[in-house]
Protein backbone atom coordinates (compact mmCIF):
# COMPACT_ATOMS: atom_id res chain seq x y z
CA UNK A 1 0.00 0.00 0.00
CA UNK A 2 1.39 3.12 -1.32
CA UNK A 3 2.21 5.92 1.88
CA UNK A 4 0.23 9.09 1.57
CA UNK A 5 2.36 11.75 0.74
CA UNK A 6 0.00 14.57 0.10
CA UNK A 7 -3.70 14.90 1.50
CA UNK A 8 -5.94 18.09 0.58
CA UNK A 9 -9.11 18.45 2.42
CA UNK A 10 -12.10 20.75 2.15
CA UNK A 11 -9.58 23.52 0.53
CA UNK A 12 -10.77 26.80 -0.09
CA UNK A 13 -9.26 30.05 -1.32
CA UNK A 14 -9.78 33.20 -3.07
CA UNK A 15 -8.04 36.67 -3.96
CA UNK A 16 -10.78 38.80 -3.44
CA UNK A 17 -14.31 38.24 -1.77
CA UNK A 18 -15.18 35.38 -4.37
CA UNK A 19 -13.28 32.02 -3.67
CA UNK A 20 -11.03 30.69 -6.71
CA UNK A 21 -10.70 27.17 -5.29
CA UNK A 22 -13.40 25.49 -3.62
CA UNK A 23 -14.26 22.42 -1.31
CA UNK A 24 -10.83 20.83 -2.97
CA UNK A 25 -9.85 16.96 -1.94
CA UNK A 26 -6.68 15.77 -3.25
CA UNK A 27 -4.40 12.29 -2.44
CA UNK A 28 -1.16 11.40 -3.87
CA UNK A 29 0.76 8.92 -2.39
CA UNK A 30 4.49 7.81 -3.31
CA UNK A 31 5.29 6.90 -6.14
CA UNK A 32 2.05 8.39 -7.85
CA UNK A 33 1.70 10.93 -9.82
CA UNK A 34 -1.90 13.05 -10.11
CA UNK A 35 -2.44 15.24 -12.64
CA UNK A 36 -5.09 18.61 -12.47
CA UNK A 37 -6.90 19.51 -15.79
CA UNK A 38 -9.26 21.81 -16.60
CA UNK A 39 -9.55 25.08 -18.67
CA UNK A 40 -7.60 28.43 -18.67
CA UNK A 41 -8.50 29.96 -15.79
CA UNK A 42 -10.17 27.42 -13.88
CA UNK A 43 -7.71 27.91 -10.94
CA UNK A 44 -5.16 25.07 -11.66
CA UNK A 45 -1.88 27.39 -10.53
CA UNK A 46 -3.61 28.38 -7.81
CA UNK A 47 -3.96 25.34 -6.35
CA UNK A 48 -0.45 24.20 -6.73
CA UNK A 49 0.37 27.28 -5.00
CA UNK A 50 -1.56 26.53 -2.02
CA UNK A 51 -0.39 22.75 -1.75
CA UNK A 52 3.09 23.98 -2.16
CA UNK A 53 2.62 26.34 0.72
CA UNK A 54 2.93 29.35 -1.12
CA UNK A 55 -0.25 30.41 -0.34
CA UNK A 56 -2.66 29.93 2.90
CA UNK A 57 -6.43 28.20 2.46
CA UNK A 58 -9.33 30.23 3.48
CA UNK A 59 -10.66 27.09 4.79
CA UNK A 60 -9.47 23.69 5.02
CA UNK A 61 -6.31 21.43 5.59
CA UNK A 62 -3.29 20.36 3.95
CA UNK A 63 -0.82 17.56 5.02
CA UNK A 64 2.51 16.48 3.83
CA UNK A 65 3.40 13.03 5.31
CA UNK A 66 0.98 13.17 7.54
CA UNK A 67 1.84 16.37 9.02
CA UNK A 68 -0.67 19.73 9.03
CA UNK A 69 0.86 22.50 6.82
CA UNK A 70 0.67 25.47 8.65
CA UNK A 71 2.62 28.29 9.58
CA UNK A 72 4.55 26.40 12.50
CA UNK A 73 6.19 23.86 10.40
CA UNK A 74 5.67 25.80 6.79
CA UNK A 75 9.10 26.31 6.18
CA UNK A 76 10.06 22.41 7.70
CA UNK A 77 7.67 21.15 5.35
CA UNK A 78 8.19 23.10 2.34
CA UNK A 79 11.96 21.55 1.96
CA UNK A 80 9.43 18.28 1.24
CA UNK A 81 8.48 19.67 -1.77
CA UNK A 82 9.67 20.72 -5.31
CA UNK A 83 8.05 22.70 -7.50
CA UNK A 84 8.61 24.03 -11.20
CA UNK A 85 6.44 26.83 -12.24
CA UNK A 86 4.69 27.17 -15.83
CA UNK A 87 7.27 30.10 -16.42
CA UNK A 88 10.80 29.16 -15.40
CA UNK A 89 11.90 32.71 -15.23
CA UNK A 90 9.57 33.16 -12.23
CA UNK A 91 11.96 31.40 -9.93
CA UNK A 92 15.63 31.83 -11.42
CA UNK A 93 16.98 34.45 -9.69
CA UNK A 94 20.83 33.30 -9.72
CA UNK A 95 23.77 34.21 -11.63
CA UNK A 96 24.85 30.89 -13.14
CA UNK A 97 22.62 27.59 -13.28
CA UNK A 98 25.04 25.97 -11.61
CA UNK A 99 23.94 28.52 -8.63
CA UNK A 100 20.15 27.88 -9.38
CA UNK A 101 20.13 24.05 -9.10
CA UNK A 102 22.28 23.77 -6.06
CA UNK A 103 20.92 26.72 -4.14
CA UNK A 104 17.82 24.51 -1.94
CA UNK A 105 20.30 21.56 -1.53
CA UNK A 106 23.33 23.74 -0.40
CA UNK A 107 20.74 25.80 2.26
CA UNK A 108 19.43 22.33 3.49
CA UNK A 109 22.53 20.29 3.43
CA UNK A 110 25.46 22.39 3.12
CA UNK A 111 27.74 23.92 -0.03
CA UNK A 112 29.59 20.89 -1.23
CA UNK A 113 26.27 18.50 -1.11
CA UNK A 114 24.32 21.36 -2.59
CA UNK A 115 27.42 21.38 -5.46
CA UNK A 116 27.63 17.41 -5.92
CA UNK A 117 23.67 17.22 -6.13
CA UNK A 118 23.60 19.58 -8.66
CA UNK A 119 25.62 17.88 -10.68
CA UNK A 120 24.28 14.93 -10.67
CA UNK A 121 20.75 15.65 -11.56
CA UNK A 122 22.51 18.43 -14.34
CA UNK A 123 23.95 15.07 -15.99
CA UNK A 124 20.40 13.26 -15.45
CA UNK A 125 18.71 15.68 -17.62
CA UNK A 126 21.69 16.33 -19.65
CA UNK A 127 22.24 20.19 -19.12
CA UNK A 128 26.11 20.08 -17.90
CA UNK A 129 27.15 22.11 -20.61
CA UNK A 130 24.73 24.90 -19.20
CA UNK A 131 25.72 25.36 -15.96
CA UNK A 132 28.06 28.09 -15.82
CA UNK A 133 25.41 30.19 -18.04
CA UNK A 134 23.16 32.68 -17.04
CA UNK A 135 19.63 31.33 -17.01
CA UNK A 136 17.89 34.00 -18.26
CA UNK A 137 19.86 33.74 -21.57
CA UNK A 138 18.76 29.87 -22.31
CA UNK A 139 16.01 29.25 -24.61
CA UNK A 140 12.98 27.92 -23.00
CA UNK A 141 13.41 24.17 -23.57
CA UNK A 142 16.41 24.93 -21.33
CA UNK A 143 14.90 27.15 -19.09
CA UNK A 144 12.17 24.06 -18.83
CA UNK A 145 14.95 21.41 -18.15
CA UNK A 146 16.96 24.08 -15.81
CA UNK A 147 13.62 24.86 -13.39
CA UNK A 148 13.18 20.82 -12.91
CA UNK A 149 16.36 20.39 -11.87
CA UNK A 150 16.33 23.28 -9.66
CA UNK A 151 13.05 21.79 -7.92
CA UNK A 152 14.36 17.64 -7.52
CA UNK A 153 18.25 18.86 -6.53
CA UNK A 154 17.39 18.39 -2.96
CA UNK A 155 15.18 15.44 -3.42
CA UNK A 156 12.28 16.21 -2.50
CA UNK A 157 8.73 13.94 -1.51
CA UNK A 158 6.60 15.70 -3.38
CA UNK A 159 7.05 17.58 -6.73
CA UNK A 160 4.59 20.30 -7.88
CA UNK A 161 4.82 20.46 -11.63
CA UNK A 162 3.22 23.32 -14.14
CA UNK A 163 2.90 22.75 -17.11
CA UNK A 164 5.57 21.01 -17.57
CA UNK A 165 5.86 20.21 -21.23
CA UNK A 166 4.14 23.59 -22.57
CA UNK A 167 6.31 25.08 -25.27
CA UNK A 168 8.13 22.19 -25.29
CA UNK A 169 9.65 20.55 -28.50
CA UNK A 170 9.44 16.70 -29.02
CA UNK A 171 13.33 15.82 -27.47
CA UNK A 172 12.83 17.37 -24.36
CA UNK A 173 9.07 16.17 -23.46
CA UNK A 174 10.40 12.69 -23.90
CA UNK A 175 13.59 14.65 -21.32
CA UNK A 176 10.53 15.32 -19.43
CA UNK A 177 8.82 12.03 -19.40
CA UNK A 178 11.67 10.11 -18.95
CA UNK A 179 12.37 12.32 -15.29
CA UNK A 180 8.79 11.80 -14.10
CA UNK A 181 9.05 8.16 -14.42
CA UNK A 182 11.84 7.72 -12.98
CA UNK A 183 11.13 9.86 -10.20
CA UNK A 184 7.84 8.21 -9.59
CA UNK A 185 10.41 4.65 -9.41
CA UNK A 186 11.85 6.02 -6.95
CA UNK A 187 8.45 7.04 -4.85
CA UNK A 188 8.38 10.52 -4.77
CA UNK A 189 4.66 12.00 -5.17
CA UNK A 190 3.52 14.25 -8.12
CA UNK A 191 1.18 16.73 -9.09
CA UNK A 192 1.29 17.99 -12.44
CA UNK A 193 -1.39 20.76 -14.22
CA UNK A 194 -1.70 20.71 -17.55
CA UNK A 195 -3.60 20.87 -21.11
CA UNK A 196 -1.38 17.98 -22.34
CA UNK A 197 -3.25 15.42 -22.68
CA UNK A 198 -0.83 12.63 -24.00
CA UNK A 199 0.99 13.54 -20.60
CA UNK A 200 -1.96 12.72 -18.47
CA UNK A 201 -1.96 9.49 -20.70
CA UNK A 202 1.42 8.47 -19.94
CA UNK A 203 2.26 9.18 -16.87
CA UNK A 204 -0.91 10.19 -14.27
CA UNK A 205 -2.02 7.51 -11.88
CA UNK A 206 -5.12 9.86 -11.44
CA UNK A 207 -6.85 12.79 -13.29
CA UNK A 208 -8.84 15.31 -11.66
CA UNK A 209 -10.47 17.75 -13.03
CA UNK A 210 -10.61 20.85 -11.98
CA UNK A 211 -13.70 23.14 -12.70
CA UNK A 212 -15.35 26.38 -11.72
CA UNK A 213 -13.44 25.91 -9.05
CA UNK A 214 -14.24 22.79 -8.10
CA UNK A 215 -11.98 19.44 -8.33
CA UNK A 216 -12.99 15.84 -9.32
CA UNK A 217 -11.31 12.98 -9.63
CA UNK A 218 -12.54 11.73 -13.49
CA UNK A 219 -10.83 11.47 -17.03
CA UNK A 220 -10.74 13.99 -19.65
CA UNK A 221 -9.62 11.74 -21.93
CA UNK A 222 -13.06 9.87 -21.77
CA UNK A 223 -15.11 13.38 -21.82
CA UNK A 224 -13.54 13.22 -25.12
CA UNK A 225 -13.75 10.12 -26.50
CA UNK A 226 -10.15 9.34 -27.11
CA UNK A 227 -7.98 6.42 -27.17
CA UNK A 228 -5.31 5.56 -25.18
CA UNK A 229 -2.32 7.27 -25.43
CA UNK A 230 0.99 4.66 -26.58
CA UNK A 231 2.81 3.28 -24.14
Known amino acids: ?5 LKALGVEFGYYKEPVIKGVDLSVGEGEAAAVYGPTGSGKT ?16 IYIMGEKLDENNARKLRGL ?13 NDTVLDEIAYTPSRLYGAGEGLKAASEVAEILGITH ?8 LSGGQKRLVSLAAAIAHRPKLLILDEPTVYLDEETTEKVVRLITKLKEEGVAIVL ?13 KTYVLEGGRLAEGNPLV ?7 RA
Open 1 to 5: MRREV
Open 46 to 61: TLLLLLAGLLKPWRGE
Open 81 to 93: IGVSFQNPDDMFF
Open 130 to 137: LLDKPPYK
Open 193 to 205: ATHDLELICRVAD
Open 223 to 229: KRGLCIC
